[in-house]
């Protein structure tokens, strides 16, 4: 399985980004994706995941109302739409494949999940 992150950058508070990260290796279709981010000097935290199945997706409470989840099975790639960023948001970026198929989705709080990880992009929020 290999992941590949891309979309990160230096963007001001209130900006926007997406990030994209795209997959092979296995039938992306029947895997729960998400996203995870890590701070300098914290642990890696949940921010959203979404599940094999259509609609079913769950955003950290930090970030929900400001990002969106998404997927398009046709291209093998999960996307992370973020907007009115703050400098808090600033972290390495992680997208992670479930190594289940058909497993139930990540929830909010999740830590020590079995997946599949991407090589992080680096988010900025400058102030």
């Known amino acids: 399985v290999q992941l590949q992150a891309s979309g990160g950058g230096l963007v001001q508070v209130g900006g926007s980004l997406r990030l994209s990260c795209a997959a092979s290796?296995?039938?992306?279709?029947?895997?729960?994706m998400g996203w995870f981010r890590q701070a300098p000097g914290k642990e890696r935290e949940f921010v959203a995941a979404i599940g094999w199945t259509v609609g079913n997706t769950y955003y950290a409470d930090s970030v929900k109302g400001r990002f969106t989840i998404s997927r398009d099975n046709t291209k093998n790639t999960v996307y992370l739409q973020m907007s009115s960023l703050k400098p808090e948001d600033t972290a390495v970026y992680y997208c992670?494949?479930?190594?289940?198929?058909?497993?139930?989705?990540?929830?909010?709080?999740?830590?020590?999940?079995?997946?599949?990880w991407g090589q992080g992009t680096q988010v900025t929020v400058s102030s």
């Open positions: 992670a494949q479930d190594t289940r198929s058909y497993g139930s989705t990540w929830r909010p709080g999740s830590m020590d999940v079995n997946a599949y």
């Open positions: 290796g296995r039938t992306f279709r029947f895997y729960g």
